[in-house]
């Protein structure tokens, strides 16, 4: 079973108490953007098989919102961290460079 | 090829059985053919087939990075039906579910082919009425289903309780040609007659890179070398992300587990297949006795073919709910799928960016049923640039928002 910590309540929530709310960090597009744009942020996916941002709801404990980085091929867990930032800190791409130093954050 | 009978049978049981062939070869890669299908899975088989069937192609190569049919094709609950609502849904799946219906005659393979019948359960007012129109648009697309009544539902299906505490029977969607087939047998089966036109069937050899020059495909990258060709097909299921990183453009899928599982053999007592979406959850009986179970997707990305355990608890405990005399079966295995899911929950055949390069993939929960089918459409789709029954499932139909809306028809994991 999944476990994760919750950065805003701190309890090791395992995956029944949480809701998977999808890929992390997508650039919203909205009115006015091309249709490419807009076809990306709502469909396009990167679906990587490896490392993979992605975002969480603590639905059955304190209500929060916030975001995972968790290797889809292995289910290791790197890090769990606030849903206030557009991108990766810096102490969530170390942990994931401490496992897997060959991989990069692609833009 | 020696082909199957029973006069065979017969002939082999007078020699110990020495005189059977393999049924398919496994050669050396030669460095190019005329067209190449990453993913020996059931989609990747057949459309080789018809590759050289109906368009007489047969330099083809059909790549697979494990065994054949070791991917969806050897872990799904080979549930066949036609029930879709959309009209190039139901084209198509029906298509797939009639050439179901000779396919052994065709291949001179016993896939076991049994239209048993399915019912999808109504559980609440909102199905009533779902199946309702879906049997209305059925019959204007030619395909036969009908909504029956809760008495007919307990008639065809004894073991069930329609009286269930949370959700009653309230009647039911029937397919009486819809059912089951062996799907190793499926995916064996075209292996033979692919072998046999002089295709080769290039088992362990993983693809991992694909070749390009000027916007056009020129070959891949395999564990066992380059091999080069001016026509790639991709049907490699859950991985289709993977192949598409490899060409260099991204896909609207994600890639989710999904879990099946069989109880202990119990002597038959369901005679047809039973799906009750609302509690999420299906099954049939297999022809050893064990009954087949199906449930829910994980709701997070995932490539490890294993699933979550709770899904299962769920799964059997809304089962046990509308069938009480399972209460005390065993559970004999479970294992897990990666399911491609696209947003409309319909699949993708389609040219792509890549000159040369075509895609069939996204048939998440339900694509057993459309194996020969999708087979059919897409290599005419490869062989001649379009196909009436791909048409409507290209690539830009999400930029367009031309949605072909399954959601509810593919409203159970199946
Ligand atoms: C638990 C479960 C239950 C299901 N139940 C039903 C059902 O009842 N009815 C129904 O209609 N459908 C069902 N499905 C869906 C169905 O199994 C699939 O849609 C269908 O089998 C997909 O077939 P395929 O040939 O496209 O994929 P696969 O059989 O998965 O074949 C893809 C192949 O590509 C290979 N591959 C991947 N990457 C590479 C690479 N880099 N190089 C070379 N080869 C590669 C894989 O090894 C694999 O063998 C179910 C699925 C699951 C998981
Ligand atoms: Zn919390």
Redesign the pocket.
Known sequence: MLILECPCCGVMADETELAPGGEAHLRRHGPGSSDEDFEGYLFLRPNARGVHFERWRHAHGCGKWFLAARDTATMEVFATYSAQTAEPPQHVIDAIRAKRPDWSLVP | MRRYSAFAVAREATRYHQGWERAWASPEPKRSYDAII?????????TAFYLGKNFGITNVAV???????????????????SNYLQDPSAALYEKSRSLFETMSQDLNYNVMFSPRGVIMLAQTEHEVRGYKRTAQANALQGVTTEFISPARVKEIVPIINIDGPRYPVLGGLWQARGG?AR?DAV?WGYARACSDMGMDIIQQ????GVTREDGAVTGVE?TRGHIATKKLGI?????SG??AE?AGFRLPIESV????LVSEPIKPCMDCVVMANTVHG?MSQSDKGEMVI?GGADGYNNYTQRGSFHHIEETVRALVETFPMISRLKQLRQ??????MTGDRSPILSKTPVEGIFI??G?????????PG?GWAFAELMAKGHSPLTDAFGLERFREGRFIDESVAAGV??
Not at chain 2, 38 to 46: E, I, K, M, Q, S
């Open positions: 990453v993913g020996a899975g059931g989609h990747g088989l057949a790549i697979e990075k494990g065994w054949l049919g070791g991917g969806n094709t050897g872990r799904n609950t080979t549930i066949i039906r089951t799907h995916a050899c993983a693809v991992t395999t049907v490699v299921a859950g991985h993977v192949l490899m587990a999904l879990q099946a299906y199906g294992w897990g799928g990666i399911v491609d069939n993939c048939w998440g929960t339900g694509g057993f049923k459309a194996t999708s994991a199946h």
